[in-house]
């Protein structure tokens, strides 16, 4: 016999989660129905149905979760572009500005002080726009890198998944790409070459701040602590406040050295 339940067709087989997954979204579905569904289920499956219901729901819930995550991360990825570009704009629009004073006051340069004005006020958005997103998405890599440069290592690696899959010594010189092969090459042709050791992370106060020939064990420890925190963001969400503090500890050791 071919019972035709809420969540789709049952013939005695075995049920298949992807109906159960259907049900949930129609779930708002306002029509109500002319039966108790926990006795229609307990009545076919047993004591096998709330555990089945339990599944399924968990299942569609990892999904949606899985879904937004998704979508803020694509959404941060373009601001950080947009971003990017505003910036630009406004380093292009300072020089031509600068230019214009060398020759000549004219009231043209109001007009171009009143765009700037107008770029650094859209950067200000972006960037708030951004801190407002990561520290909802990943906590914990914004808590150590700051949601600025933890926006733009998503970017670089297309997703915070992507981020937390890649190894430490990736992250530690990701940005940094073209003057790593420029001193590969070198050093293939026999010439010497200074192989970078840091690339977006660099911007970090606590990379910056530090003497040049402490910046590199700098960069590789905190490389390894953000890889450990983008995977927390990914699979907990959680954030784990000694984390940073491990970071600030390892600052101060190499700045007293």
Known sequence: MCYNLWFGKFDGGVVISENLKKSFEAASNPNPLPFNLSEVGIQIFGRNYYELLRKTAIEVAEEKVEKELSSDDKYVIALVKALEE?????????????????????????KFAESISNLENLRKRIEEEIEAIMERIAPNLTELAGAKIGAKLMEKFGSLENLAKAPASKIQIVGAERSLYKALARIRKGKEAKVPKHGIIFTHPFIRSLPKNKRGKMARFLA???????????????????????????FEELRRL
């Open 86 to 110: 505003v910036e630009e704009a406004i380093n292009a629009l300072n020089g031509k500005k600068e230019e214009l004073e060398e020759i000549r006051e004219t009231e043209i340069q109001e």
């Open 224 to 250: 390894s602590k953000i890889s450990i925190a983008s995977k927390i963001d990914l699979f907990r969400g959680e954030l784990e406040e000694n984390l940073s503090e491990v970071v600030r500890k390892k």
